[in-house]
């Protein structure tokens, strides 16, 4: 059952390196694990913010740190029925006695628009009867999200960041060949253009990569055609 309900991250997005607004995130998260005692329920992880693509990759470097694999759970699969629940999280306690692994839930579709006590009764029940490490994705605080739980917001790459990834990820392919051709005014090209685009956009590193391969693909179909 639990194969049906559980993915692990996307290679996509695994292959994506993390800013260091990020890579501290994940360190924070990792030694809220690290610091609870052994005979203690660790914390529910909230994970606040609007993109879920950079929570997820937070999610999963806080993970790796503590040598654990991360699973993916969308909210809306998890069952209302108590029994349900009940069989789902001894599911769970067995998978993650077996081998290391923790839990992502996504509630990110599921609240669009949560109100003071509006986590799903099954949601809330699993992680009342499971004890391992837990991460709920939302776009808004939970007040009672079944224990224990610390919350920490998540966003996009800040603008500066942004414009580090469009200028590390676009490199000279993307620049008019005359640029290239130019030595430094390759680089002060590279700026400009990076500028401009963390200036006028506003997205995580994967989707800056997905439409920098695109630009340069393009790019390569146009060299080849003239």
Known sequence: RLTGLLTPLPEALAEVSLTVTQRQLAMA????????????AMPVVQMLGNDGVSKQMVAAAACARVGVKLL???????PASASDVELLARQWARE??????????????A?????TDSVPTGVRQFLARTS????????????????????FEVGKPESAEQRECWQATLGAHAWPDNAVQAGVAAADSMRQQADRL??????????????????TSAAAHKSEDE
């Open 29 to 40: 998260i990792a030694a809220q694990w690290l610091s609870a005692a052994d005979d203690e």
């Open 72 to 78: 993916l759970l969308d909210g809306d699969l998890v």
């Open 96 to 109: 993650s006695v077996l081998m290391p692994v923790a839990v992502y839930i996504d509630l990110d579709e």
């Open 111 to 115: 609240l669009a628009a949560p109100t």
């Open 132 to 151: 391992g490490m837990a991460l709920v994705g939302t776009r808004n605080a939970l007040p009672r999200c079944g224990r224990t739980h610390v919350v």
């Open 198 to 215: 963390a200036s006028q956009f506003n997205f995580n590193q994967w989707e800056i990569r997905r439409i920098a391969r695109s630009c």
